[in-house]
């Protein structure tokens, strides 16, 4: 279905999207489950966690969390909006703060399986809001929840995270789009 528009999104968010994507199982969810990715103009209100791709120069903001390697920015929405989530997510995990930022669309994963005990997220399905965005200058370091903080060259990027199921976003940011 790559590359159709979404109509049932719509219904479920209120944001017109399209589909870039799906990856089936993903390990770091109950599973059966599938991850839909969608570019949009905005993230839907049904996001309970965002993520930001910040690139310059070439090079890409990558976190290291102990529980899971190399990863982008973000995190789980507090009583706040994704705005202000990605905001928050970015200085606590980088100590940088963002200087600007673009909804680029949202990851949802559906739960097919039973509802888990202890499962603590939307069931069946939940949202995860995308940004594109860049910071002040400055140097990363590790903050809250990471271990480190680095700029990255975007071949090793896709080396150090070739099994994330954010990497596809990365065709769909051009350069300067923030």
């Not at 039973?114 to 997220?121: G, I, K, L, M, S």
Request: with cysteine; hydrophobic share 40%.
């Amino acid at each position: 279905m790559r590359g159709v528009g979404c109509q049932g999104c719509l219904r479920y968010t209120g944001v017109v999207a399209f589909e870039i994507g799906q990856v089936a199982d993903v390990d770091w969810a109950p599973r059966p489950n599938r991850q839909t990715l969608y570019l949009a103009a905005r993230v839907p209100d049904s996001c309970t966690a965002v993520i930001a791709f910040v690139i310059t120069d070439g090079r890409m903001l990558l976190t290291e969390v102990a529980s899971r390697g190399w990863d982008i920015p973000g995190g789980h929405r507090n009583e706040e909006s994704s705005d202000q989530a990605i905001d928050r997510e970015v200085l606590e995990e980088t100590g940088l703060a963002l200087r600007t930022k673009l909804p680029i669309g949202y990851m949802s994963l559906h739960i097919y399986g039973p509802r888990p005990a202890q499962y603590q997220y939307p069931y069946p399905t939940s949202d995860i809001g995308v940004f594109a965005a860049t910071v002040n200058p400055g140097t990363p370091a590790g903050g809250l929840e990471c271990t480190s903080a680095a700029w990255v060259p975007l071949d090793e990027v896709r080396r150090r995270c070739a099994t994330r199921t954010w990497l596809p976003y990365l065709h769909y940011i051009p350069a300067g789009a923030v």
